[in-house]
């Protein structure tokens, strides 16, 4: 996951959690997850999976593909879920956002419970690259 922004954060918000059986709480969680996403997303990973990553030089047509996916992801961001919840498996989202004030948001899924828990982490600076084991998660 090289090009990745180590985060190391000075606030972490108070997390919020959803029932993924319970269609309100699960449409008020989309809908919270689509505010996101039209922030300025700079990177997704699914499972150890990367979705995409703005942090990573590319040439045109990688840049391209990128911005299909990007723009994608921002109209239905539910896909990003849509194997988890509908296989029973625990699964994990990474936002990473960049701005004025970075945030790093954890979205955790798990399949016993049905709950989808979403962590919030203010950034306090980036470096060039990270390993997820440096992260502190919780």
Do not use: C
Not at 75 to 96: C, R, T
């Amino acid at each position: 996951m090289e090009y990745l922004p180590k985060i190391e954060y000075n606030e972490k918000r108070p997390s919020t959690t959803y029932n993924a059986n319970v269609k309100l709480q699960y449409d008020e969680f989309l809908e919270r997850l689509e505010e996101l996403f039209v922030g300025d997303v700079w990177s997704v990973i699914v499972n150890d999976e990367i979705i995409f990553n703005s942090y990573e030089p590319k040439n045109i047509k990688a840049q391209i593909q990128e911005s299909i996916i990007k723009n994608h992801t921002t109209n239905f961001p539910h896909l990003l879920f849509a194997n988890m919840i509908s296989q029973k498996k625990d699964g994990y989202v990474h936002i990473y956002m960049s701005g004025y004030e970075p945030w790093f948001i954890i979205i955790n899924y798990n399949a016993t419970t049905e709950l989808l828990k979403v962590n919030y982490y203010k950034s306090l600076k980036y470096s060039k690259s990270h390993n997820n084991k440096e992260i502190i998660l919780f």
